[in-house]
């Protein structure tokens, strides 16, 4: 008798079908480039107007003016210092300084001293003096002499303008003698006549300066501003201005007359 054949309970494997990509994926796929170009676009166009107004600002930057720095108002050192007005010169020293005038071509001014007009017949002295002479000859030398024991050596020789006029100022270092010792000194020489300017405290030189700065002239040979000049005898001497001035005619016409100015630097 034939065997009986095995009947095969177990269920055959089947193959997975290959797989498809899903529905749903597309519509994504589709909006993904809609979605993300505008954000791109927007990003790109921020950024650009960002650095459109950075331009904007750095130009007004570079091109706004530096703002213009005006100069401190110097105060006047001489403001509250006292004013000396005699018949031919004015000029300011300290407040606390008084004069000793001996005549109207000399006067003498020192510290703490009482204002006096008086005769001088012995040798004055002071801080700051000016005075007047006839031709004078302003000392020179520069190197200690070897033949006598009583000289004067200058240095630091400069030109400077008192009252528009030139001035030569110098130290100067007076060696043997009556009134040994240094000086500041200033000269103008006009006219034939020497203004002499001296100065005692030599350190603290500013001021001499200071003084000089304030110094005029009010007799009419030695201050021409304003003269008369011109007119019919116009080639009179005292009816010309000197040299640095100018005649300014009043009138254009023949004979016109008119006042002497200061020539322009």
């Known amino acids: 008798m034939d065997p009986i054949p095995e009947i095969s309970t177990a269920t055959p494997v089947q193959s997975a079908p290959p ?9 994504f ?32 930057i ?19 210092w006292r004013t000396i007005s005699r018949k031919n010169w004015q000029f300011k020293i300290p407040a606390n300084w008084g004069y ?44 200690i002499p070897t033949d006598t024991e009583i000289y004067t050596v200058v ?4 030109s400077i303008l008192i009252d528009g006029k030139h001035a030569i ?8 003698g009556q009134g040994a010792g240094k000086y ?3 000269y103008i020489q006009k006219n034939q006549s020497t203004y002499i300017f001296g100065y005692t405290d030599i350190d603290n030189p500013i001021i001499f ?8 002239f009010l007799d009419q040979n030695t201050n021409p501003e304003g003269k008369f000049c011109g007119g019919i005898a116009a080639n009179l001497p005292q009816n010309q201005c000197p040299e640095g001035y100018t005649c300014k005619m009043k009138d254009n016409y023949p004979d016109a007359s008119g006042v002497c100015v200061i020539n322009a630097p």
């Open 29 to 60: 796929l589709l909006l993904l480039p809609i979605i993300v170009l505008p954000v791109l676009s927007a990003l790109i166009a921020y950024l650009f107007a960002q650095n459109m107004v950075l331009r904007q600002q750095l130009a007004k």
């Open 100 to 143: 000793l005038e001996c005549n109207d071509d000399a006067i003498y001014t020192n510290p703490g001293i009482i204002d006096a007009t008086k005769e001088c017949n012995f040798g004055p002295s002071g801080t700051f003096w000016a005075s007047k002479s006839g031709p004078y000859k302003i000392p020179n030398d520069t190197l």
């Open 19 to 27: 797989s498809t990509p899903s529905k749903k994926r597309f519509p």
């Open 184 to 186: 500041l000194f200033a």
């Open 169 to 176: 100022l110098q130290e100067e270092n007076h060696v043997g």
């Open 209 to 216: 300066d200071q003084i000089l700065s304030t110094f005029k």
């Open 62 to 80: 570079q091109t706004s003016p530096s703002p213009i720095l005006t100069p401190a108002t110097v105060a006047d050192p001489t403001a509250r």
């Open 155 to 158: 240095s630091n020789t400069k």
